[in-house]
């Protein structure tokens, strides 16, 4: 099986590559990136600001467009294949992104709002090939995710992920570990962080302590959401 | 032809096994373990033909180290042996055999290796050599039961029914000639590693002293000279893809050297006439031509002639060649490699060598070799399924757009 992976930034495809392993045992020849695009050469890269290479623009962008999806999904390789939406939920009301959030009382809080996204991608989608789409959905961002890993509490009731997730960082890591981790660059650093979740049975424990994290690597048992 | 490879414990390879088809492309990044994939071929051939000294490794292109690193050193796998299976294909037919070789080494000193094949005791050669027997005796479309008793009978009439009757059946010399190791022996048995060098080819250099060509491309010019004047004739029209070449001449005399056409020290009586230039001022030797076409001679002389291998390695088929002659090259080979009956391994950093394969025909295989998440080399055949009108990318295109894998992630 080869896996795609539209994802909003590089350590997002790092965290999710990790799970898919977990999950489903695939190796890192078995997937591949397909946004943001990391076949550019160094011209290119020079005139695109890392900024609008990732984002949920770009994946939005993506799914409307399918040029890469397409690509990817109708190349010659004979595989039987899937493709990964990834997307946070942070900016989820910006314009552009329209989703509604529910109450932030709603018990079903990230269930909904996971619903609400997946909608809104197949539609960007417009159904084509969503048998064969998985939604990677973090609610609010992927260090909730990345966060399971350190922290035996819910994730999802950290108000700031990214700062509680360098505060962890900080916090755990030996002085010369934490330097050298943070002179990785994006995608490294993700991979290193969230190496555990390589191990099915330890990430069957970390989705435990995010709904929106259980929610995907469920459903990447499950027939399309499509 | 090889059909199977497996092998276990040889350097980065812990266990793996690669079904083989006639021209075999392996790609993957830097130390991936492309080439410990052709280097394991080539101690199988070595095993076969009881040459495993030290030099004979060396000269069939194989990078020998001491022998611990030799073996794989992964946490937990202390095997002393590197044990490589093969199964052959017995011409059209589907009946294959099968040969397990350990290999194993004595280290007197850093200075003193011996590599050995272990074919342990008699009772272990026996039951090897018994389950060979049965395993033949299921193959009725190949060996009928009168075969069989034939075997049986010849063992019974060369050898009294004594201890050492069953200890020759246990050595398999009787039950394996002309049907499994000797023919394998036979297929594999002079496999190397060849691995073009400019100097090698431009006859400046002298590393490998195979013959008739060594496997950077030494006395390129008297494997050119041995060849039969219509696969010669063949050979010179096909190597007519570097676009400027008109003629190519082997001097046995070197009489053009005392004309002035070569001044160093080339012992190479290869002569190339570029057909842009007036025949009286358009002659180079092989120690000053363009070094793209010593390349591209040296890789199609390896497919045509009789006293090549039959089943070669090639590592870096790329080395020097512009990409649109990388894809003749590979085109090319496929050809010749059907056509004078040669298997090939073959490795390449070049994405457009992929566009020279045809992988709708099942004995065109591509692999993507890389380590797994413990270290390990493991390959993936990738095949091909038909595109849409309007989408079609060529392979080198997949492979650079990451379609294909075998490039770098630390992206």
Redesign the interface.
Known sequence: MRVGIVAEGRGDLAVIANILKGKLGLDFEDVQFIRPEYDMDETDVHDQAEALRGGWGRVKRECVERGRIREFVENAIDDEILVLIQIDTAEAHEKGYDIERPGRDDPDYAAVLRRRVVEKINAWLEGEGVERVRHAVAVEETEAWVLTIFSAKDTATFGDPKKKLNEVINKAMPDKERKRHFQLKEYAQAHELTRPFRKRRELEKFADRNLSLRLFVDSLGEPGEG | MIRELTIKNYKSILDHTIELGRVNVFIGENGCGKTNILEAMAMVGAALTDKLSVEELFNRGIRVAKPSSMRSSFPGTPDQEIVLQCSSQLGTSEASFREELRIAAEEGSAADVKWYENRGSDEEQMARAVRSLATWMQRPDIFTTEHIEDIVRTLMARFPPSEKALHELARGSILRGGMGREQLGALVGDFAIYNANALALRGLQTVSRRSPMGIHGETLDVAIAGLKPDVWADLLERAKCVSWLEDIVVDPTDHLKYQGHKLGKSQSTLYFHDKHMPPANNVFSAENVNEGVLHVLFHLTLFVSESTPRILGIDNVDTALNPQLCRDLMKQICELAAKHDKQALITTHNPATLDGLN?HDDEQRLF?V?R??EGHTVT?R???????EG???K?SE?W???????IP???
């Open positions: 992988l993507v890389y797994n998440d993936k990738i095949k091909a399924k038909a595109q849409p989408q079609k990318l392979l997949l650079m757009r990451g379609h294909l894998g075998g992630r630390n992206f």
